[in-house]
């Protein structure tokens, strides 16, 4: 699409810069052809506008002929020659408007014999600086599409991680409770494969609702109660407004799995996870906070739960989100913030 029909006003707001352009050209008229100033703004005008309308017709000949694999004899011939057409259309009708001035004020024509060729050559000029323009839009969006592209590419990637890294963990789980509890191991081979269901499902899509991946960490959380029973405790404070708020899917459960198995699992007594979501403005801040034993034997950590999460959300958002981790004595605090995106926004993006 056109640039300035992205949006509804695009139209208006191109022609905004114009009026500029239209009273230099009726100030070159009157001193080129010694006409009055109000003859000179009744041929500008027309010629004016006539010229802010053919030059949005470049951008799709610059769009058909993008510098890079087209030859260059071939840009300078189309270019040219649309340089050529728009100026004769642009003078004929300026030529028009002189005509008409001639019935009010006599001569109007013959003066605008001496300024021609000043006026062309000043259309040509505004055309072929409209022809630059548009490729330096085409190259912007082209390096903006090529950055996208890679940011997707690398948050799909990122995501095809998750899932493996979740289940080696779960698995290693039930493979403990095969010996101590049977029925507690099939409980949670069932409630892991509604889990993988669920992130599958949801995984195929570049982002999902607050509001689901919430319900996503909540069937993670089933699976771990089951090993942990009544170690495992969870508190919920949710902003009912951050359930549309626009988010990669899998974004929360790995901080959550971190929160298990770097706080939850390391205290015989266990403890409670708090997750609190809130919306400040255009921005939605997510906690999730544990206390951890500070004495507890290191467990090895391959920093993959932190690294992923970090990495997702610097191929979704690249520096307009962030994850900051606080230590405070025995607690332990991750707190993502994002901008604030709707489902609708996304798609209009």
């Not at 919920?236 to 198995?261: R, Y």
């Not at 290191?298 to 999460?309: D, E, K, Q, Y």
């Amino acid at each position: 699409m056109h640039p300035v029909f992205r949006t509804k006003n695009g139209f208006l707001f191109y022609l905004a810069p114009w009026a500029p352009v239209g009273v230099m050209l009726a100030l070159m008229i009157t001193a080129a052809g010694r006409m009055r100033f109000a003859e000179s703004v009744a041929i500008a005008v027309p010629a004016t506008f006539a010229l802010a309308c053919i030059c949005l017709a470049p951008w799709y000949v610059c769009r058909a002929l993008p510098l890079r694999t087209t030859p260059g004899w071939k840009i300078w011939t189309y270019q040219i020659v649309g340089a050529m057409w728009a100026t004769t259309l642009v003078m004929l009708i300026a030529y028009a408007a002189a005509v008409g001035l001639n019935r009010i004020i006599p001569a109007t024509s013959v003066h605008f014999h001496s300024v021609a060729p000043v006026l062309a050559g000043m259309v040509d000029l505004i055309y072929l600086l409209a022809i630059a323009l548009y490729y330096v839009i085409i190259a912007i969006d082209s390096s903006r599409q090529a950055e996208l592209l890679s940011r997707e590419s690398e948050l799909k990637a990122l995501k095809a991680q998750v899932n493996p890294h979740f289940l080696f963990n779960s698995l290693n789980s039930i493979s403990a409770l095969t010996t101590t509890d049977p029925a507690k191991a099939r409980e949670m081979c069932v409630r892991l494969s509604d889990f993988l269901r669920a992130s599958l499902r949801l995984g195929e899509r570049a982002g999902i609702p607050f509001g689901e991946e919430l319900a996503l960490t909540r069937s993670y959380l089933d699976v771990e109660q089951v090993r942990f029973g009544s170690r495992l405790r969870i508190s919920q404070d949710f902003d009912p407004v951050c359930a549309a708020v626009e988010v990669p899917p899998l974004l929360v459960q790995p901080l959550v799995e971190n929160a298990i198995k770097h706080g939850i699992a390391t205290l015989t007594e266990g403890g409670e996870i708090a997750i609190v979501s809130k919306r400040l403005r255009d921005r939605m801040s997510i906690m999730i906070e544990n206390p951890f034993d500070p004495e507890a034997p290191a467990i090895r950590r391959n920093g993959f739960g932190l690294a992923s999460v970090r990495k997702r959300l610097q191929a979704r958002y690249g520096q307009a989100a962030r994850l900051d981790v606080h230590v405070e004595q025995n607690r332990y605090r991750a707190v993502l913030s994002v901008p604030c995106e709707s489902a609708e926004e996304v798609e209009e993006a």
